[in-house]
């Protein structure tokens, strides 16, 4: 019984250590390339899409900023002139 889990033992062995060689021959074949991920088109037309809209957000914010902060607050003077009517 000894003799078939050694038979086992080995042949997992032989197995993984070929596995390792056979791993390490294509990272140098193909190099650190091996691991980039390219989207496809369907990516990279969804992130176009995203980062068009995070650009009219950026937008939307900085025009809303500037209302915010403006100098003589002038929002506030236009509601109060519409109060006086």
Do not use: C, H, Y
């Not at 140098?28 to 995070?54: K, N």
């Not at 500037?66 to 109060?83: G, H, P, T």
């Amino acid at each position: 019984m000894i003799a078939i889990f050694d038979a086992v033992v080995l042949i997992v062995a032989i197995v993984v250590v070929g596995r390792i060689i056979q791993s390490r021959g294509l990272f140098r074949q193909r190099g650190p390339q091996m691991f980039d991920v390219t989207p496809g088109s369907e990516e990279e037309g969804e992130t176009r899409r995203l980062r068009d809209e995070v650009t009219q957000l950026k937008q939307r914010i900085q025009v809303l900023e500037r209302i915010a902060v403006e100098k003589e607050n002038s929002l506030a003077r236009e509601i109060d002139q519409l109060r006086d009517r």
